[in-house]
Structure formats: C-alpha cells, structure tokens
C-alpha cells in the first residue's frame, strides 16, 4: 500500500482549496455578469428608458455587418479606436445594456477589452484616472465621460453633465428590475413619462407614440420568429379599457394606411416602413397590447443605407 508523504498531502489539500476557490470565484462572477443581473444595476428603473442590444446574436445572424454604420468613418476616427485601444466591437463585443435618464446616459459593455491599453489611451487624451476609474471632459463643453472595468468582461461607461455618471451602476440592487426582459436581440423600454421621449426608436416609429400614452411601460424590440424576423410591441396600462382604447386606435390607424396605399394604387412595399406598418396585427390580453410587424431584409438594409 502507498502513503503520501505529509508534504505531498499538504500539496494535495492545497490544490483542492485552490480549485475549490476557483470554481466559486466562476460561478459567482458568471451569475453577476448575466443579462438579468446587469439590468439590475441600471439607475432609475421607473423612469429611464433601457436599451439592450445582444451584439453577439446580431454577429451570428449575419446583422451585425449590415448594421454597424458608414465603412468611410471607419476609415478614420473608428480605425485609429480600434488602433489605439485594440478593441474592436464588430467582434471583441457581446452585449449592450443601457439607461438613458434626465441627459444623462449609462452603459454597460461586456466583451473583451485589453484594459491596460484602454486607460492608456484616456490618459494619452486628458483623463484622470483614479483605481480604476476614469473620468474626462468631452469636446461638447459640460458633458463628461466617464468609465471603469465593473468585472473582467464588462465595462461601465457613462456620459454626462458630471463625471461620475458611470459610478451609477457600481451596485446591484437586486429585484429592482419591475418587468420582464424579452428574449429579443435588440429591445428598448420605456415607463411612464420617458414613453414620449423615447428617440431611440426607429425613424417613423415615432408614430406610434400616440397610440400608447398614458402606458405604464411599453417595450418595442426586434426578433426572430418563425417566419423571419418582426417587430414587437408590448403596451401595459393601469387597466383593461384603456388598453382597449390602444388597440381600437392601432388598429384605426393600421386600417387608415391601407386605404390611403390602396388609393395611391401603391402595394405595402415591406422595405419601406409604411409597408412594415401597413402589416401590424393587435391583440389585447387584459391590461396589455401586443403589437406585431413583420421585417424582412430589404427593410434592415433600407435602415442601414438611410444610416450611412
């Protein structure tokens, strides 16, 4: 029979701690770094407007290419970015998470970041960095950047009239999250008063708005489903006539631009947005609106040109 040596016992048990450690260490920073737990470290969950983007799906979709903007001003400013802190979102990026609240905008980015060359290069450029933690003037006078590393794979940025706008997301606060997140790559919401502001919806869908007033929350996001891809809307007010009230007027303006192409001798044309809208269809659940229009290509490319 063979006996370990007391040394080599005190090596073994020190290797079994180790291991042990490093997998509560990954299991702890992976539940941190999830979707659900960075949504709840955005500020202001009744009244910012929130933006997910997951860059990660897009890119396996083949979207992310057809979205990602102008190649001439990656040309320039974006390559020497990418030059200077070696990251590159087309593919160092997963997901983007954000809260946009009384001018003041936050961002989380998980990816992979070379974090010694980012704050480099916003030292190189006037920041002050502090453990971590930076913060500079932007070229828009009283607005400043400010950013720090919140786990490995994540980045806190934030913009706004101090610089401590990123610090805003240092804490969890768990269940503070007041709906539920849609499986969607791409999705934004919006409670209460911020609805009218929500300029980050697409060109024309700005039309909506006035269908959804008075919501206590609408969340607008692009997916796929069995057909393709569509957009979806969700509408929730205080109570069932008033989201029947929405759905009588989606549908009245719905009917309204059908009759009007008709008129003009003009078939829904699906890569223009009048023919996306044309195509919505409205169902009611108790206190809630879902709004649905089908997307196809020629629509994403018609918004990525009009981007460019």
């Not at 039309?207 to 957009?231: C, D, H, Q």
């Not at 009048?274 to 269809?281: D, E, I, S």
């Amino acid at each position: 029979m063979m006996y370990l040596r007391p040394w080599q016992l005190s090596v073994l048990l020190a290797g079994l701690c180790l291991i042990l450690l490093a997998v509560v260490i990954y299991w702890r920073y992976d539940d941190q770094t999830t979707n659900a737990a960075l949504l709840e470290r955005l500020p202001n969950q009744d009244t910012a407007i929130h933006l997910f983007v997951d860059i990660q799906r897009l890119r396996q979709v083949g979207l992310l290419e057809l979205l990602s903007g102008s190649r001439a001003a990656e040309e320039t400013d974006y390559r020497q970015f990418v030059e200077d802190t070696r990251f590159d979102y087309r593919q160092d990026l997963d997901a983007v998470i954000a809260s946009f609240v009384y001018g003041d905008s936050v961002f989380l980015l998980r990816g992979r970041f070379e974090w010694d060359q980012i704050q480099r290069t916003a030292l190189r450029s006037g920041a002050r960095c502090v453990n971590g933690y930076c913060q500079m003037e932007t070229r828009r006078a009283g607005r400043f950047l400010s950013f720090y590393p919140v786990y490995p794979n994540v980045l806190a940025v934030g913009i706004g009239s101090t610089g401590n706008v990123a610090s805003s997301v240092m804490a969890r606060r768990k269940g503070s999250l007041n709906y539920d997140p849609p499986a969607m790559p791409f999705w934004i919401s919006a409670a209460g008063p911020a609805i009218e502001k929500a300029d980050l919806l697409p060109v024309g869908g700005k039309t909506l708005i006035s269908a959804v007033k008075g919501a206590r929350r609408v969340i607008f996001g692009i997916g796929e489903v069995p057909a393709g891809m569509a957009a979806r809307m969700e509408a929730v007010f205080a109570a069932a006539p008033e989201a029947g009230a929405c759905r009588d007027h989606l549908d009245q303006m719905t009917e309204m631009l059908r009759k009007f192409l008709a008129r003009a001798a003009k078939s829904p044309d699906p890569g223009e947005f009048a023919g996306v809208l044309a195509a919505g269809k409205f169902q009611q659940s108790a206190a809630k609106v879902i709004g649905q229009w089908p997307i196809e290509r020629a629509f994403l490319e018609s918004l990525a040109d009009g981007a460019r």
